[in-house]
C-alpha cells in the first residue's frame, strides 16, 4: 500500500520560503511519477509541480522561478521548494505519486497524501 506524508508547511509572510517533504513507502519510488497539488479554499485543485523517474521537472507557471521540485531516491523523499511566497500561494498542498510515468500537472494522480496548509500573509 502506498502512502505519501507531507509535512513542512506553515505560516509565513510575503516573500518568505518554506520546503515541504513528502515521505513515501510501499512501492519502488524511481518507478513513478509525482507531485506537488494545491487547494485554495473555494477553488479547484491545481497542480503546482512534477517530477518523472529521470529528473525532468514540470512547473505551473504561476511558480515557475519560485518554486524548486527535487526528490531524494534514498530517503524516498519528494521535497517542494518554495520561495518568494505570495498571499495567492495559500492553499494546502497535497503530495501525489502514480505508476503512470508520464510528466504532468493534471489530477490522474492515483495515491495522495493527505495535506499540509501553507499560508502566506501580507
Known amino acids: 500500500q502506498v502512502q505519501l506524508v507531507e509535512s513542512g508547511g506553515g505560516s509565513v509572510q510575503a516573500g518568505g520560503s518554506l520546503r515541504l517533504s513528502c515521505a513515501a513507502s510501499?512501492?519502488?519510488?524511481?518507478?513513478?511519477?509525482m507531485g506537488w497539488f494545491r487547494q485554495a479554499p473555494g477553488k479547484e485543485r491545481e497542480g503546482v509541480a512534477a517530477?518523472?523517474?529521470?529528473?525532468?521537472?514540470s512547473y505551473a507557471d504561476s511558480v515557475k522561478g519560485r518554486f524548486t521540485i527535487s526528490k531524494d531516491n534514498a530517503k524516498n523523499t519528494l521535497y517542494l521548494q518554495m520561495n518568494s511566497l505570495k498571499p495567492e500561494d495559500t492553499a494546502m498542498y497535497y503530495c501525489?505519486?502514480?505508476?503512470?510515468?508520464?510528466?504532468?500537472?493534471?489530477?490522474?494522480?492515483?495515491?495522495w497524501g493527505q495535506g499540509t496548509q501553507v499560508t502566506v500573509s501580507s
Open positions: 501525489a505519486a502514480d505508476y503512470v510515468v508520464a510528466l504532468r500537472l493534471t489530477l490522474d494522480f492515483g495515491y
Open positions: 510501499g512501492y519502488t519510488y524511481s518507478s513513478y511519477c
Open positions: 517530477i518523472d523517474s529521470d529528473g525532468s521537472t
